[in-house]
C-alpha cells in the first residue's frame, strides 16, 4: 500500500530506533570494480519454466543471451518459449494521469475479478450494488478489496500442474480496505465528548463495518478457465475450488515458534492457532506448488492500552518494536471497539485489543499481536484444509517471498524483505534437502521445508560486498545475557526478529518491497520503494541507501538493489551487491543516475518480478511522481551485479549503478488509472496471459469511477488481464 495518502490505514510503521550501522560517519570508499563472480552465472531460466523452478547451477552462460539451458532437464515444464528477449520491441506507453489505462500497442486490457464479485450463486450474496453496503457477513463469498500479490496456479482435473494453461486456481492477496471509499462506513462521534471514555476507546465502530471489514482482507482463490475464443480467462462461479480466507478464518502456527507462551491466548492455550490472516501483500510460490501469501502492515489493526505494568519492560519493548506502544491504535481501523452487545462470536472484536487486562496471557489477548506477521502457507488445491503460519521465516512486515532456484539434495532458501522505513532484508535456507518428488505435496511438503531451517539477515558494507548473519538463539548476541533484549529462546528470535536483526548490525534499508531472483543470473532483486527518513539525522546515508533528496527530503523515489550470492551458492553467507536502477523524473538531473528518459522513467518501484524468461517486470506505489504520470508497469532485461560504473548521489554518497538505462533494457509497457497502484502480477504457463492488480483506484482523487458498474460512481480494485490482440506470446514481438 501507499504511504503517502491520509488516512491512518496506510500508516507505515516506523520504530527501528536501532543504532545499527548506517554507515553514515563511515567516509565512503573508493569502491574497485570487482571481478565477476567466480563461477559464472549460470543458473537455468530453464529451472523456473512457468511456475516451478527445478534445477539450478551449471555452467558460465554470460555471453549467452538465450536461456541457458545447461542440459539441465526441467521436470514440468512450461509450455512456452523459454528464450530471453535481446532487447524490447514495443513502443513504450507514455506518462498518463488520465482515469482509464494505457497498455503497450497491440495488447489488450481488461479489468476482472472487481472487488464485491459474488464466487457463488446464493440469495444471500447478491450482485454488486455500487456500494460496500452488501450483507457483511457476505464478503466471505465475495472478491474482497484491494488485490495485491497473486499466482497462477495450473490445473489439471483436482490437481497442481505447473504446465497448465487452460484451467487454473488464480489465488489473489486482498491487502486492505479503503475506508475514505467506504461509502456508509461510520465512525461514530467521539466518546470523549460524549461520555467521558478516553484512551483506545475514545471513537468507536458499529459492528457490521469492522465485520465487512475484516472478511475483505485476506485471500480469494479462484477457478479460471480460459474462454471459448482462446484469449483470455472467466471465473468458473461455484467451483468447490473457490474460497476466501479473512481475518477471521481459523490459522495453524507452524515451526519454532509454535507452542510458545509468546502465542498463547484466550482463544488458544496451546499457542498453535490464531483466527485471521492480515494485510496479504505480495506473494509468493513454493518450489512444490502452494501459495505463500504475507502479513504486512498488520498493526493497523490492533491497539493497545495502559498495560506496562502488567507485561513488563521486555514485552513492552518489544511490542513497541513492531510499532504497538501503550495507548496506541495501530493504523485507526478500530476494530476492537464495536460494543460488546454486538459481538456475535467469542471475542470477535476484542480480539484486536492487545491490552493485558486479565490474570494471564490465557485470559486477553495481550498476545494475539504475536500471532500475525509471518509467512503463511495456503494449499489452493484442498479447499477444506487451513492456511499455516511458518514461523521459521520470522515475523515481521512480510512484503513478499521468493525462493532461490531448486536443486535436488540442496536446501530450499527463501528470500523476504520487511517494508517499514529503516527495517532489513531477510533470507531463510531449509534444513530438509530439495527433491523434485515432493512437488504436488501440499502443505506436508511445506512442514518439511518451511519448519526448520535458518534464517538470516542482511548486512550490506560500503566496499560492495554483504554479509549474512543467523538468527540462531544462543549464537553471538542472541542470548538471555544480552542487556537490550534478553532472548529467552529461539522462539523469542523469531517472533522478535527485528530484535535480533537490530542485536546482530542488520543494514536499515529505504522499505524493502518486493523480491525477485533472475532465472538468467541467479541474482537476487529487490525493490526499495522509498524512505523519507533517510536523511542525516534519522537513519543517515550508506552506500546502498544512498540518496537523501534537498538534503532532508530522504529518498523519495526509490531504488533496486541486487546482488550475487558467493560463488552463485544460495546457502552462501556473503554476497556482492551494486544497485541495478535509481528511479528518478528523468528530467531530475541529480538524481537521474541511470539515465532514465520520459519513456523509461519511474517513482517508486513496488512490486517486482521476474518471468521464467528473465524478463524483469517492475510495478510501482509512487506518490512523489503522480502530477506527471500515474503508477505503472515496465517491463526490463537487467544485467549483472557489477555492470555498471561508481556514481556519486546529490547526498555525496559514493555507490555503483548498473548498465545506464536504453529503451532496449527498460520500457514502460502499461499505465494505471489514476489514485490507483499497480501491484500483483503473474504469467501463465503458456506466456500469453499477463495478470496484474489495480489497487485503490481514486484513493485519494476525486472523480475517478474506474472498475464501477455501469452508471456508477464507486471505483472498484480488480485484477486486470492483459493479452495480445493477436492472441500470441506477451512479449512475443521482442523474441523476434
Ligand atoms: Fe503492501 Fe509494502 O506494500
Ligand atoms: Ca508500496
Ligand atoms: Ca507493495
Given at each position: 500500500m501507499t504511504q503517502h495518502n491520509h488516512f491512518d490505514h496506510d500508516f507505515v510503521e516506523d520504530s527501528n530506533t536501532s543504532k545499527n550501522p548506517e554507515f553514515s560517519q563511515i567516509v565512503a570508499k573508493r569502491m574497485s570494480r570487482r571481478t565477476m563472480l567466480k563461477g559464472g552465472t549460470g543458473l537455468t531460466a530453464a529451472a523456473f519454466f512457468g511456475t516451478l523452478p527445478l534445477v539450478g547451477c551449471g555452467s558460465d552462460n554470460d555471453n549467452d543471451n538465450d536461456v541457458p539451458s545447461n542440459g539441465a532437464t526441467p521436470a514440468v515444464p512450461a509450455t512456452g518459449d523459454l528464450k530471453t528477449p535481446k532487447q524490447l520491441n514495443f513502443t513504450a506507453v507514455a506518462h498518463y494521469t488520465g482515469n482509464e489505462m494505457m497498455v503497450a500497442d497491440g495488447y489488450n486490457a481488461e479489468p476482472i475479478l472487481h472487488v464485491g464479485t459474488p464466487l457463488i450463486t446464493s440469495s444471500d450474496v447478491?450482485?454488486?450494488?455500487?456500494?460496500?453496503?452488501?450483507?457483511?457477513?457476505s464478503f466471505q463469498f465475495r472478491m474482497g478489496d484491494n488485490h495485491d500479490g497473486m499466482w497462477f496456479f495450473g490445473k489439471n482435473g483436482n490437481n497442481y500442474s505447473a504446465k497448465a494453461s487452460d484451467n487454473a486456481l488464480l489465488v489473489i492477496n486482498h491487502e486492505y480496505t479503503n475506508q475514505s471509499l467506504n461509502p456508509n462506513i461510520t465512525v461514530l462521534p467521539d466518546y470523549v465528548a460524549q461520555t467521558g471514555v478516553t484512551g483506545i476507546y475514545a471513537k468507536t465502530r458499529p459492528a457490521s463495518n469492522v465485520r465487512r471489514e475484516c472478511y475483505a482482507h485476506g485471500v480469494s482463490v479462484v477457478e479460471m478457465k480460459r474462454r471459448a475464443n482462446g484469449i483470455g480467462y472467466e471465473m468458473v462461479k461455484?467451483?468447490?475450488?473457490?474460497k476466501r480466507y479473512t481475518s477471521a478464518s481459523e490459522i495453524k502456527i507452524s515451526g519454532p515458534a509454535a507452542g510458545s507462551d509468546m502465542l498463547k491466548t484466550k482463544y488458544d492455550s496451546t499457542g498453535t492457532k490464531t483466527r485471521g490472516i492480515n494485510n496479504q501483500c505480495g506473494a509468493g510460490l513454493s518450489p512444490w506448488g502452494t501459495y505463500l501469501t504475507t502479513e504486512e502492515n498488520f498493526i493497523n489493526v490492533f491497539a493497545r492500552g495502559a498495560d506496562k505494568a502488567i507485561i513488563g519492560d521486555k514485552a513492552d519493548y518489544a511490542m513497541g518494536r513492531y510499532g504497538l506502544k501503550e495507548n496506541g491504535i495501530g493504523g485507526g481501523y478500530l476494530w476492537h471497539t464495536p460494543p460488546k452487545s454486538d459481538e456475535k462470536f467469542m471475542d470477535e472484536f476484542a480480539r484486536w485489543n492487545s491490552t493485558a487486562t486479565g490474570a494471564s496471557a490465557l485470559d486477553d489477548y495481550r498476545n494475539a499481536f504475536n500471532t500475525f506477521g509471518y509467512i503463511v502457507e495456503i494449499d489452493p488445491f484442498k479447499p477444506n484444509s487451513n492456511a499455516v503460519k511458518r514461523t521459521a521465516l520470522g515475523r515481521f512486515a512480510h512484503e513478499n517471498c521468493a525462493y532461490a532456484p531448486v536443486e535436488e539434495g540442496k536446501p530450499v532458501v527463501m528470500y523476504m524483505g520487511d517494508d517499514a522505513r529503516g527495517e532489513y532484508i531477510y533470507k531463510f535456507v531449509s534444513d530438509a534437502k530439495w527433491s523434485n518428488?515432493?512437488?504436488?505435496?501440499g502443505l506436508k511438503a511445506g512442514d518439511k521445508y518451511l519448519d526448520k531451517g535458518t534464517l538470516y539477515v542482511a548486512v550490506f558494507k560500503d566496499d560492495g560486498t554483504g554479509e549474512w548473519k543467523a538468527l540462531t538463539h544462543g549464537q553471538g548476541a542472541l542470548t538471555n545475557a544480552n542487556a537490550k533484549y534478553a532472548f529467552a529462546d529461539q522462539a523469542d528470535v523469531l517472533i522478535n526478529a527485528r530484535l535480533a536483526g537490530d542485536a546482530l548490525g542488520a543494514t536499515k534499508m529505504d522499505r524493502p518491497e518486493w523480491v525477485s531472483v533472475s532465472p538468467v543470473t541467479g541474482e537476487v532483486y529487490v525493490t526499495l520503494t522509498n524512505n523519507s527518513n533517510r536523511t542525516p539525522t534519522k537513519h543517515g546515508m550508506n552506500a546502498a541507501n544512498p540518496r537523501n533528496y534537498a538534503g532532508d527530503k530522504g529518498n523519495r523515489n526509490g531504488h533496486i538493489i541486487r546482488w550475487a550470492e558467493k560463488n552463485n551458492d544460495h546457502t552462501a553467507t556473503s554476497f556482492n551487491w551494486d544497485i541495478y536502477l535509481f528511479a528518478a523524473p528523468n528530467d531530475l538531473t541529480a538524481e537521474n543516475l541511470s539515465g532514465l528518459n520520459a519513456n523509461n522513467d519511474l517513482s517508486s518501484p513496488d512490486g517486482l518480478y521476474f518471468d521464467p524468461r528473465g524478463v524483469l517486470w517492475i510495478q510501482t506505489d509512487d506518490g512523489a511522481y503522480t502530477s506527471r504520470t500515474n503508477c505503472m508497469l515496465l517491463a526490463a532485461l537487467p544485467g549483472k551485479v557489477n555492470d555498471g560504473k561508481e556514481v556519486t548521489t546529490s547526498a555525496g554518497i559514493k555507490t555503483r549503478v548498473g548498465m545506464q538505462a536504453n529503451e532496449q533494457n527498460i520500457k514502460r509497457f502499461f499505465v494505471g488509472p489514476k489514485g490507483c497502484e499497480v501491484t500483483g502480477i503473474t504469467l501463465t504457463p503458456d506466456f500469453k496471459t499477463l495478470f496484474i492488480n489495480i489497487q485503490h483506484p481514486g484513493e485519494d482523487v476525486d472523480g475517478v469511477t474506474w472498475g464501477a458498474i455501469a452508471g456508477g460512481t464507486t471505483p472498484r480494485s480488480a485484477t486486470v488481464m492483459i493479452t495480445k490482440k493477436d492472441g500470441g506470446v506477451i512479449l512475443g514481438e521482442s523474441l523476434k
Open positions: 447478491p450482485e454488486w450494488k455500487d456500494n460496500r453496503e452488501n450483507v457483511p457477513e461455484d467451483s468447490k475450488f473457490n518428488v515432493d512437488i504436488g505435496g
